[in-house]
Structures are given as C-alpha cells and as structure tokens.
C-alpha cells in the first residue's frame, strides 16, 4: 500500500509504523488479470512491475496478459494519443473474452 513517508501518517492510515504489504499471491490464480506497464514510467518503474510479476508467476498463463510499452510513462496510460488503441482495445477484448 501506499507508503506515506512518516511514521505518523501511516500509523494514522493503516494503525502500523508502516504499510501494510499486499499478498499478491493470494489473488486466485484463475482471476483474469491484465497488467500494462511502461519502460518510462517513474512512478510504477520497470524493476516494480518485475517484482510484481515474480509475485504472480504461478497464474494461470491463460488468465494473466502482461503488456510492457516502452516508449510509455505514467500519464500516457491516460493521456496518451493511441492509448485507446494500444491498451485499451486489448484489455477490453481479454476482459470480453472471460
């Protein structure tokens, strides 16, 4: 979760000196899951996506599509002129498709 920089704001938050760590492998590993990442993107780096992924690595090859854009960074995942073709269209066709 999202660690607030201080002790105090994350006592405050989550009633612990730090934040709470998310077990990503108690996700069912049948639960269709779609990650998107970018190889500019500062906030969600590459090196946390592949630590993400380590996480996850027992799911269901069918249930699981991990797209990486290198060219992308955050915003562009919102803001970006081809986003909709790019991530968007694919995602929505994973999701119809289970």
């Known amino acids: 979760m999202y660690d607030y920089g201080n002790v105090y704001d994350n006592k405050k938050h989550y009633g612990q000196l730090t934040p709470p760590v998310y ?3 108690s996700i069912p590993k049948d639960f269709p899951m779609y990650l998107s990442y970018g190889g500019q993107d500062e906030l969600s780096d590459v090196q946390d996506v592949k630590t993400l992924l380590e996480s996850v690595k027992d799911h269901d090859p069918n249930k699981l599509v991990v797209q990486y854009k290198e060219d992308y960074a955050h915003a562009d995942f919102i ?3 081809n986003a909709k073709e790019v991530v968007y269209d694919p995602m929505i066709e ?3 498709s289970h």
């Open 23 to 25: 077990d990503m492998g």
């Open 94 to 96: 994973f999701f119809k």
């Open 79 to 81: 803001f970006g002129v």
